[in-house]
């Protein structure tokens, strides 16, 4: 049974910085790409970033590129994601997600995914 569970959420003051964490089990965890997303009350899901399988690449959505960091420590089956600069927008429920297929920039790349950690940036 695969599981993901994420940590690190939490309430951070805007300017400030979090670490999700997500421990991937019942999965060979490196041949998946591994992906964050997250989404705010009333709003879609979106795509935050991906680290690829094949390779490492990594992918961001455009307004976090440069404050988000996705990582991976395929010695602990784990994925990072190191947020800096938190501003206010950011407050959001952030899922994490494992899949085959695609780049791992859309939802439908993925097959499996966490519960979610609240993040909240307060101004």
């Known amino acids: 049974q695969v599981q993901l569970v994420e940590s690190g959420g939490g309430l951070v003051q805007a300017g400030g910085s979090l670490r999700l964490a997500c421990v991937a089990s019942?999965?060979?965890?490196?041949?998946?790409?591994m992906g964050w997303f997250r989404q705010a009350p009333g709003k879609e899901r979106e795509f935050v970033a991906a680290n690829r399988w094949s390779g490492g690449t990594t992918y961001y959505t455009g307004s976090e590129k440069g404050r988000f960091t996705i990582s991976r420590d395929s010695a602990k089956n784990t994925v990072y994601l190191q947020m800096n600069s938190l501003k206010p927008e950011d407050t959001a429920v952030y899922y994490c997600s494992a899949g085959l297929t695609g780049t791992g920039q859309q939802a439908r790349d993925y097959n499996y995914w966490g519960k979610g950690t609240q993040v909240t940036v307060s101004s």
């Open positions: 019942g999965l060979t965890f490196s041949r998946y790409t």
